[in-house]
């Protein structure tokens, strides 16, 4: 995995996707699956942290807020501050299923339970 | 090409890219090569439009600031005020140059070739 450019204030969507995740004890939880965009404002709204299954199979999906994701040097990818066992109760969806993107009942959960301020806000 | 869904407010940067862009005139410009975003915002600052070329080779890359895209159903793709003419003195970049991403000088130079408002200023 090409390492991200810590230095660069304007990064692409294309390396992105695919950095590793872990929690701040070091545990690896999954990887950047694709990003959501609210095509209004043009910010990110989430990005899909893609983890377990095998070839995609059996796969789940967790959006995180983007301002909850830091990115590390040292590890060469992104950080939340979140165990394991507290992403066992975070809103996911599996492979199959058509989350209800831009919905704000949907959206707020998620924000919620990351207490972030959720995209649609003031920046 | 999949069709994007026009209504959703929100989308993934997997479907944007590969998008076929196009101008007023129905001309085929190119097409969504990748997103450039600014990672302290987490906004959309460009999206690259590639074209030309031939699996890759000879290809030219235009970042196009992301308020001048316009969905169009009707043609399954974005469309940019911009003739052929105008694209031709457009900034851009080969497969091997390396922008200077983040700086405002050369960004500057893009905002202002699509009269369009720097992704840096308040929203």
């Known amino acids: 995995m090409e390492r ?7 990064i ?7 950095t590793d995740v872990y929690n701040t004890e070091g545990q690896h ?6 990003l959501m965009l609210d095509k209004r404002t043009g910010k990110i709204a989430y990005a899909v942290m893609s983890f377990g ?12 807020p983007w301002a909850t994701l830091k ?24 492979r199959d299923e058509n989350p209800a993107w831009g919905d704000r009942t949907f959206e707020q ?4 339970y990351y207490r ?3 995209y649609w806000a003031a920046s």
């Open 53 to 64: 299954g095998f070839l995609g199979i059996g796969e789940r999906y967790h959006p995180l």
């Open 12 to 18: 692409s969507a294309s390396k992105v996707t695919g």
């Open 71 to 94: 990115y590390d040097t040292r590890q060469g990818g992104y950080v939340v501050g979140l165990t394991k066992q507290q992403l066992e109760g975070a809103p996911r969806f599996g």
């Open 109 to 112: 959960r998620i924000h919620d």
């Open 4 to 10: 991200l450019d810590e230095d660069a204030s304007v």
């Open 116 to 118: 972030a301020p959720p």
């Open 29 to 34: 939880l999954g990887e950047i699956h694709d």
